[in-house]
């Protein structure tokens, strides 16, 4: 995805996906479909991945930890001029998800995820 091949990235994630029923994987992956459709401006497809992911990360526990490290694809979202600074949030918003340490807060950043369907 780095390289910015979002067809080819999408088509893999959804692969992994059907493969594993890992809950990090299943959320990485979604992210990634995401991400790849947003990115190569398939909007409603990616509206619907987004909403797939909030459904998904409904799923893990609160405080759930991935133990990845996503710093690449964190500063590809937030410095590629391409992106615009409302999609920026959502996809920042919707990477750190699983890191809510309280149904308040989980809670809270699904509310401003949903904002951005509206």
């Not at 910015?4 to 059907?18: C, G, H, M, Q, Y």
């Not at 409603?44 to 990360?57: H, I, P, Q």
């Not at 920042?92 to 309280?102: A, I, V």
């Amino acid at each position: 995805m780095l390289l910015k091949n979002f067809d080819e990235s999408e088509k893999l994630a959804r692969e992994v996906i059907k493969r594993t029923d890992n809950p990090t994987y299943g959320f990485i992956m979604r992210f990634i479909i995401t991400c790849s459709c947003y990115l190569s401006n398939k909007m409603n497809k990616g509206r619907t991945a987004a909403l797939d992911l909030l459904k998904y990360s409904e799923l893990l526990p609160v405080g759930y930890h991935i133990f990845w490290i996503f710093e690449s694809l964190e500063n590809f979202i937030k410095y590629d001029s391409n992106i615009n600074s409302n999609l920026k949030e959502m996809l920042l918003l919707l990477l750190h998800l699983p890191e809510s340490k309280t149904i308040e807060n989980k809670n809270s950043s699904q509310s401003k995820i949903q904002t951005f369907f509206m």
